[in-house]
Nanobody, 126 residues
């Protein structure tokens, strides 16, 4: 059973930047689809950015051009570089994954993910 842990959240002013990281431990894999999701109080969890082992990336329209998802290889951490942050980006951010066979390439659907981290809080406020 893989363990996934996010880090890098915090408070930032509008227009600022943060980089989130997600480390997978306790599991060996080669093919994957991984993604960042976020959820704020009273709202549904939404997919923000996804990436798969073929290098395909996928972004929600609300973050396209501002956020960049990256992962160099199966053993490296998953990152989310967030630039030009807005107050509406405030949420708890979760990394999630499905391993084996790249069944859901760069998916942003929560139901496609098998494993989740516990989340890291991002607050954008002046």
């Amino acid at each position: 059973q893989p363990h996934m842990e996010e880090s890098g959240g915090g408070s930032v002013q509008p227009g600022g930047s943060l980089r989130l990281s997600c480390v997978v431990s306790g599991y060996t894999y080669s093919s994957y689809s991984m993604a960042w999701f976020r959820q704020s109080p009273g709202k549904e969890r939404e997919g923000v950015a996804g990436i798969d082992s073929d290098g395909t990336t996928n972004y929600a329209p609300s973050v396209k051009g501002r956020f960049t998802i990256s992962k160099d290889n199966a053993k490296s951490p998953l990152y989310l570089q967030m630039n030009s942050l807005k107050p509406e980006d405030t949420a708890t951010y979760y990394c999630a994954a499905v391993f084996g066979g790249n069944r859901y390439p760069a998916s942003l659907e929560p139901g496609h993910m098998d494993y989740w981290g516990k989340g890291t809080l991002v607050t954008v406020s002046s």
